[in-house]
């Protein structure tokens, strides 16, 4: 309950934080308003000149997409703010100072900064979804949607061992920025089906740099596709990422030489 206190805390700084400036916060949400609306318009270009796509109809790829824009708000609400804000804390010499705290140092490094407007891409991107799976008809069970709730969750928690465990090279780099955007030049392929991309790449993206697991395979639970890998492999492959990124991070928190020393 005190750690559930301590989130909440940051939560509601945040969102004061950012409603102190509402035209800035307003101007925000329009352009992730207008960059999903580009995405879609780019995808009823493609599908204007094709009926499938790596197998998939317009309607599972929308859905695949709302997926991609529903994790990437969680990941730019809290997680890539708050890991970004370590790299920028170890490199000021100012690290020190967060560890001082008495809470957890993980939790802290996690969750202490909040970019509230990147809930409008949660929002927006479970819009999408639900648009998706209207104009399919889709017939989701009580049970279909917990496997989907499943999934999700092991995708978000694979995203966050990678971004940790890229996080944690800064206590010997200490200038990572470049590391990150290879991440992010990754995730981006996550807006399509893994499908359509070559065999090694497909390769890649499903057992080295797991972007399957993070969308692809979320939405073939949701849209009746049958899953390209075991489904039961995704919670496996996140507890492992999960596990090996944490005692990373305390390897990195053991080898690293604090400002005062």
Do not use: C
């Not at 909040?114 to 479970?126: C, E, K, N, R, T």
């Amino acid at each position: 309950m005190r750690l559930a206190r301590v989130i909440w805390a940051f939560g509601r700084a945040a969102l004061l934080d950012e409603t102190a400036y509402r035209g800035e916060l307003l101007g925000n949400v329009i352009r992730s308003a207008l960059g999903i609306a580009m995405a879609i318009g780019g995808l009823a270009v493609v599908f204007a000149h094709t009926r499938v796509l790596g197998g998939w109809t317009m309607e599972q790829v929308l859905v695949l997409l709302g997926v991609y824009y529903l994790v990437n708000g969680l990941v730019s609400t809290v997680l890539s703010p708050s890991l970004n804000k370590v790299v920028q804390e170890v490199r000021e010499g100012t690290f020190d100072y967060m560890l001082l705290k008495p809470a957890p140092s993980l939790l802290l490094a996690s969750t202490r900064r909040f970019v509230v407007w990147h809930v409008s891409d949660v929002v927006l991107g479970a819009a999408v979804i639900w648009v998706g799976l209207a104009r399919l008809e889709a017939n989701v069970t009580l049970a279909g949607a917990a496997v989907f709730a499943a999934a999700m969750t092991a995708g978000v928690a694979i995203v966050y061992a990678i971004w940790l465990a890229l996080t944690t090279l800064v206590f010997w780099f200490v200038r990572v920025e470049n590391i990150t955007m290879i991440f992010n030049l990754f995730f981006e392929t996550g807006r399509y089906p893994v499908e359509v991309y070559p065999f090694w790449l497909r390769q890649l993206l499903t057992f080295v740099f797991p972007v399957a697991f993070i969308t692809t395979v979320p939405a073939q639970t949701i849209t009746g596709r049958e899953p390209l890998v075991v489904l039961w492999a995704a919670p496996l492959i996140a507890a492992a990422a999960l596990l090996a990124a944490v005692r990373f991070w305390r390897f990195g928190l053991r080898n690293y030489t604090s400002a005062s020393s």
